[in-house]
């Protein structure tokens, strides 16, 4: 596989230090080079939070460039549209949790939540594609990212990362009923 820079977004509290350790692990798994940073700033008061994720031989910084994400993964649909905006690269894909995670920016008037079309005619103009997630039924939504995770395995977008990995990196960072929780919602 070529080098592959995975842009994670979302706002505090959502669950992005554990998506991004889930798919780091997963990745490490499957024989990939890998770096990783998280970026909190103002994670505990609603802000953004963001992750980068870069799989290839020859990186020597955590930190992807703007408009160089090959995939962005958000929590939100705000998030995806900025993420989309300033960090996609051509040709890209977004793929996002369909929910409306108030921000501060949001709740402050500053923001205007963009429609799913609006997104992906932002994912089309740099020949991209947007995804969007939704599942109905979830019991908590602090799993939205393993909802996340199962659909981009079944979309093959990372090769080699499978239910069998992220299992086993779940394994390594979870418990009890939640950790049963996050894999019975994986493996359904």
Not at 6 to 20: D, E, R, S, T
Not at 146 to 156: D, M, R, Y
Request: aromatic share 4%; net charge neutral.
């Amino acid at each position: 596989m070529k080098d592959l820079n995975i842009y994670m977004c979302g706002v505090g509290g959502q669950g992005i230090g554990l998506l991004a350790e889930v798919l780091l692990r997963a990745c490490h798994k499957a024989g990939y080079d890998v770096k990783g940073v998280d970026t909190h700033g103002l994670a505990q008061r609603g802000g953004t939070v963001i992750s980068h994720l870069r799989i290839g031989k020859k990186i020597h910084t955590p930190l992807i460039p703007s408009g160089k994400a090959n995939i962005v993964i958000a929590l939100e649909r705000l998030e995806a549209a900025r993420a989309a905006s300033e960090m996609l690269a051509e040709g890209g894909k977004v793929i996002y949790y369909d929910a409306e995670y108030q921000t501060i920016g949001n709740r402050l008037g500053k923001f205007k939540y963009p429609t799913h079309e609006e997104l992906e005619n932002t994912a089309n103009a740099k020949k991209g594609e947007a995804v969007r997630v939704f599942e109905e039924d979830l019991a908590d939504p602090r799993m939205q990212n393993i909802v996340l995770i199962k659909k981009i395995i079944e979309l093959e977008w990372i090769s080699g990362v499978d239910i069998e990995k992220v299992s086993e990196a779940l394994v390594e960072l979870m418990q009890g009923k939640m950790l049963e929780k996050n894999l019975n919602l994986l493996k359904v």
